[in-house]
């Protein structure tokens, strides 16, 4: 057989495909030590291992199947994937609000053949209206791919690029902005887009999916939903991150892009609003805000882009015996700012002192935010913050460790003045700074309390 038909495999699972005369696409029955398994057989990536093949059984899962437990392979049926969506036109209807969308890398949608088990992508207006058909009854949309890369080399370049796009789309006239990001530094580019445009007069939102579309329990359509719903709709002229509340789907959440945080490595729910409340509730239909100050949807095309960012600065995640050249080799290798992510109230251990203290000589700007996440930095109770402030450290609030590490290159790209950088950075702006912390901001509860398991079973399971 041609190598095409064994898309990705090598080594001992390709002789086993061989052996059995299955192809990569071919619906086959598997028996193996552990059973018998009935689905497709998935392509696999060429950096993946040779001891298993990929399936994609009936529940729309995919499973992996040691090659050392098949005893035997059929084949049942064969259709080979298409792997472009046919386009539709993405129909204009008047009256529906202009979006856009802007990609930074990977698909923001796309369609599963449960036949074949492709996960086809999609991106296009078109391919975007053959995927999420009903987008069309929310929006007008219109797309654009601004980089192709995986949320984790997102960076300061893409976030001034960014920031620059959102300006030249609300000078063009859209009535809302949807940026497709990947989840895992999702939080990042919220934050630094919520010091880089400042006061638009539109809702920016971005959103990801925490699960490919490949599985039943994907979130990707439906988080696209909301997001174009907010932006198109909502009145809650800010960026914000909206994806799913609970586990389950009925509803979304739009979370200010200055206080929230990815909290779960697979939850769909993962985003949460740290130290205050959610700002929005999203449906497919509705925006209810949640937060009773925000700032409104204006007419005007007035914004105010800040593309700046000072790309030596580092954020340190303090643990017990931190030894002093971790800060010093920062200042060796010339960073002008630092973010500590300090134990309870804000606390270091002894030894960093001298560091500290070189450092700060050598004007590089050092905060002090919490691990904790929530709560504030307290540096006055204890004689241990109080000589961190004497040596140059200082408190940056209740800032998000994250946050502050964008606000502060944010700032070191505007000015090298500590003076004025300290004034920027203790300037609230979009609530990273909040002047207390609600009753109601610091909610973790621990299952198997009574009360904990009342609740789960009255309203959510």
Not at 117 to 130: H, K
Not at 409 to 432: N, R, S, Y
Request: aromatic fraction near 10%; proline fraction near 6%.
């Amino acid at each position: 057989m041609a190598e095409d038909i064994f898309q990705g495999y090598k080594g001992k699972a390709l002789q086993t495909l061989m052996k059995f005369n299955v192809r990569v696409w071919g619906q086959a029955e598997i028996a193996t030590t552990r059973g018998k398994f009935t689905g497709t057989v998935l392509p696999r990536s060429e950096n993946d291992d040779d001891l298993h093949i990929v399936l994609k059984i009936a529940t729309g899962y995919n499973i992996g199947i040691d090659v050392e437990t098949v005893s035997d392979m059929v084949e049942t049926g064969y259709k080979k994937a298409v792997y472009k969506i046919p386009e539709k036109e993405f129909p204009f209807t008047p009256g529906l609000p202009m979006v856009k969308l802007l990609g930074t890398g990977g698909t923001i949608a796309s369609r599963l053949d449960y036949r074949t088990g492709a996960v086809i992508p999609a991106f296009s207006p078109g391919e975007l209206y053959g995927a999420v058909p009903e987008l069309a009854s929310i929006c007008n949309l219109s797309t654009e791919k601004l980089f192709a890369v995986f949320s984790e080399n997102m960076g300061p370049e893409q976030y001034k690029k960014l920031a620059i796009a959102i300006g030249k789309e609300i000078e063009n006239g859209v009535d809302g902005i949807v940026i497709g990001h990947g989840t895992d530094t999702l939080h990042h580019t919220a934050a630094a887009l919520s010091f880089m445009v400042q006061n638009p007069p539109v809702p920016i939102i971005l959103v990801g999916s925490q699960r490919s579309s490949d599985r039943p329990s994907s979130d990707a359509a439906l988080n696209l939903q909301h997001a174009a719903r907010a932006a198109g709709h909502g009145d809650i002229a800010e960026v914000m991150v909206c994806m799913f509340g609970p586990t389950s789907d009925e509803y979304g959440l739009l979370h200010r892009g200055t206080r929230v945080r990815k909290m779960h490595s697979s939850y769909r729910s993962t985003f949460r609003t740290i130290s205050d409340t959610p700002i929005a509730t999203v449906n497919k239909i509705e925006v209810k805000p949640i937060k009773k100050i925000y700032s409104h949807r204006r007419k005007d095309r007035n914004v105010t882009i800040l593309p700046f960012f000072q790309e030596r600065v580092a954020m340190v995640y303090y643990y017990p015996n931190m030894f002093p050249d971790i800060i010093d080799s920062l200042v060796d290798n010339g960073y002008k700012g630092i973010v500590i992510a300090g134990t309870g109230l804000g606390h270091i251990n002894k030894p960093l002192y001298p560091a500290i203290e070189r450092a700060a000589k050598k004007g590089v700007a050092i905060y002090m935010t919490v691990q904790t996440l929530w709560g504030y930095v307290h540096m006055f109770v204890y004689d241990t913050g109080r000589d961190l402030m004497a040596k140059g450290i200082i408190p940056a609030e209740n800032m998000l460790p994250e946050v502050a590490y964008i606000k502060l290159g944010w700032a070191l790209g505007q000015t090298e003045d500590l003076e004025q950088v300290k004034k920027i950075m203790l300037t609230p702006i979009c609530d990273d700074i909040t002047r207390r912390e609600p009753y109601n901001g610091y909610l973790i509860y621990q299952g198997g309390l009574p009360e904990v398991e009342e609740f789960i079973r009255k309203y959510h399971k």
